[in-house]
């Protein structure tokens, strides 16, 4: 899963990207680099991969991983955004807009003054803007080529008109059927966005800011970048004591991935054995199917069964056998959708 994080110059952008990353500096510290920008993997505290690894001893184990693009985006004179970043970021699983909520003369604001809600509604008029060039230019083609009867053609009308009006398309405008009709044109505002106020020592309100985001239907999350992401930077033992002094309970890299798999509608299913425990991130309610398809394809090609049992219920029990024995293991079909928790292993014949 990938979310990209843009942000105006100054913003507080790359801070944000170290603060979830743990990281620092040049290219060569993280896990590559986009076009625009870094790129970090970063792993998904989970007890219960802890746990089934303290019962298995299994010889390694593996948590979901979540991918943070620091992406450069520059807004053109018209409003949109530059294609030279469009690409990367319409790539993005969700799209992470980060405002500047702080005040510091050393670091100047390139419009002169901080203002969090101006600065929000100019990135989502680009969001906006760029997703209504599309529309527009396939729009164009339908019609040259003599399609306006076509289903796609009524309803990217319907879609123009409403990116006309600076409207989010968001994620219940768009119906499964359109999705799946317009999955090539990956529209920037039907994808889950997360808005990060981004204050410091001296902070400026966002009270206007958390109602613009509301009325959007958005999620605000906050983050006191410069400090976290110092923070970030200490070992796990030190990092408590820093954080109870900011009056946070937890890092920020936890606190936002939370965040990130509640936009994403988003759970862990489980694999343990004497090889590997491991956590697998799929949307909640996938198929048993093709949950198997996110192990292996093979999994899913040759899929027979799978038997499932709730991970608490596998570590009071002591391991497969006891859970079988006690009636907690069941079979499930290819349809079964799977729960955060569970725990599978795939019957499959290729």
Known sequence: METAIIGLPRSGKTTTFNALSGMRGGASEYGGRARGGA????????????????????????????????????????????AASLAELRSADAVTLVLRAFENEAVPHDLGSVNPLRDFNRLLDALVFSDYEVADRRLERLLKEGK??????????????????????????????????????????????????????????????????????????????????EIAQLDSEEQGE???????????KDRFLRTIYAELNLISFLTAGEDEVRAWSIVRDTPAMRAAGKIHSDLERGFIRAEVVEWRKLVE??????????????????????????????????
């Open 39 to 82: 790129l970090a993997e970063v792993r998904v505290p989970d007890h219960r991969v802890e746990q089934l690894y303290d019962l298995f001893r299994p010889k390694k184990k593996t948590l979901a991983t979540v991918l943070f693009k620091d992406l450069q985006v520059q807004i053109t004179d018209d409003g949109g955004i530059s």
């Open 148 to 229: 306006k009867a076509e289903r796609e053609y009524q309803r990217l009308e319907k879609i123009r008109e409403r990116l006309e009006a600076g409207r989010l398309l968001g994620r219940s405008f768009l119906t499964a059927e359109d999705r799946k009709l317009f999955a090539g044109f990956a529209f920037l505002t039907a994808k889950p966005l997360i808005v990060v106020a981004n204050t410091g020592e001296r902070s400026v309100p966002t009270t206007a800011l958390g109602e613009a985001v509301v009325d959007r239907q958005l999620t605000l999350f906050h983050i006191q970048g410069e400090a976290e992401m």
């Open 242 to 252: 820093f954080l109870e002094h900011l009056g946070i309970d937890e890092p920020v």
């Open 317 to 350: 029990a002591g391991g497969f056998a006891e859970a079988k024995r006690g009636g907690m293991m069941r079979l499930e079909g290819k349809a079964y959708p799977v729960k955060d928790g569970d725990v599978l292993t795939i019957r499959f014949n290729v």
